[in-house]
């Protein structure tokens, strides 16, 4: 028998004893609730126990490196088993996208790269497009700016002489009322003249 299943054995009978003698016991509420945890814990403990030990490296004879059982064989089939499903469902299609996605980009590449030429005549097209919009509309305001300095040149002429026109209305206006009233100083002056000359020879 294997010290493996020696182990296990052992375990295995210390639980079903520490389990018989737990059922002798009269015990409280909480001390119930303490012996089901115990009582879980041995029997899982026997599980654990033999993992650790399953895991564990073999106890090799003296002058070898390890014992040839059947585990290396089966973790090998295991492995290599792993390998081919891991390859077929999930490595092998996604090296494919990877692949497929590669070429993609290398294509699109080398298509960008042969339509360099058209690219550069494309954006000297657009140059000479922005060119000639900005001459066009230097054009545009200079005409616009002799447009409105001849209107307001034109305005300004007939503000001008308007103001003119109206000055010299205002001064004749002036001087005819200026000759009217010295017309009227004067025949007033020449009355009151002959009034005092006829009150002085009167008397």
């Known amino acids: 028998m294997s010290a493996i299943a020696q182990i296990t054995n052992r375990c295995v009978s210390v639980a079903s004893v520490s389990r018989k003698t737990q059922t002798k016991r009269v015990a409280s509420p909480a001390q119930a609730s303490l012996k089901q945890k115990f009582e879980s814990a ?17 106890h090799a004879e003296a002058g070898k490196l390890f014992d040839f059982n059947l585990t ?73 700016k002799t447009e409105m300095d001849a209107k307001i040149a034109a305005e300004a002429a007939r503000a001008k002489a308007d103001v003119d026109r109206q000055i010299a209305d205002a001064m004749s206006t002036i001087d005819a009322e200026r000759e009217s009233s010295k017309a009227q100083v004067e025949s007033q002056g020449q009355a009151i003249a002959d009034q005092i000359v006829a009150k002085v020879v009167e008397v």
Request: net charge negative.
């Open 42 to 58: 041995k029997v899982v403990a026997p599980v654990v126990l033999t993992n650790l030990v399953m895991t564990m490296p073999a």
């Open 72 to 144: 290396l064989p089966i973790i090998a089939a295991e492995f290599l088993t792993l390998m081919f499903i891991l390859d077929k469902t999930m490595f092998g299609p996604v090296g494919k996208a990877l692949d497929d996605r590669d070429e993609l980009i290398r294509s699109q590449l080398a298509a960008v790269g042969g339509n360099t030429e058209e690219v550069d005549k494309l954006i000297a097209e657009k140059d000479q497009i922005i060119g000639d919009a900005r001459a066009a509309v230097g054009r545009d305001v200079a005409a616009l």
